[in-house]
């Protein structure tokens, strides 16, 4: 069973950065899971922010150019690199898990993931 840990929320002021990390042990590795990001805010559905499937990245618009998804260099970690944050940006980020999918999978679908991290604060002052 695949367990997953966020970590790296924190408050930072407009402009500013942070880098979230996600833990992943259980019987595999995150090389064999696709691990996304998702963020929500109160009142709100969750909100899908990056994904990482064998080499591809895919980012909701809002975030393009400004936050980066990567893995580990082993294969038990994941990271979500974020940059010039904005006050918008302001929730609690969630790391998921899901199998390694083919094209035309949902992954902008929260329910599309099955394995999901407690999730880590992020509040970005104006």
């Known amino acids: 069973q695949v367990q997953l840990v966020e970590s790296g929320g924190g408050l930072v002021q407009t402009g500013g950065s942070l880098r979230l990390s996600c833990e992943v042990s259980g019987r595999l590795g995150s090389h064999y899971y696709a691990v996304g990001w998702f963020r929500q805010i109160p009142g709100r559905e969750r909100e899908f922010v990056a994904v990482?499937?064998?080499?591809?990245?895919y980012y909701v618009d809002s975030v393009k150019g400004r936050f980066t998804i990567s893995r580990g260099n082993d294969e038990n970690s994941a990271f979500l690199q974020m940059d010039s944050l904005k006050p918008e940006d302001t929730a609690v980020y969630y790391c998921?898990?899901?199998?390694?999918?083919?094209?035309?999978?949902?992954?902008?679908?929260?329910?599309?993931?099955?394995?999901w991290g407690q999730g880590t604060q992020v509040t970005v002052s104006s």
């Open positions: 990482l499937n064998w080499n591809e990245r």
């Open positions: 998921a898990a899901t199998p390694l999918f083919i094209s035309g999978y949902p992954y902008l679908r929260a329910t599309s993931y099955n394995v």
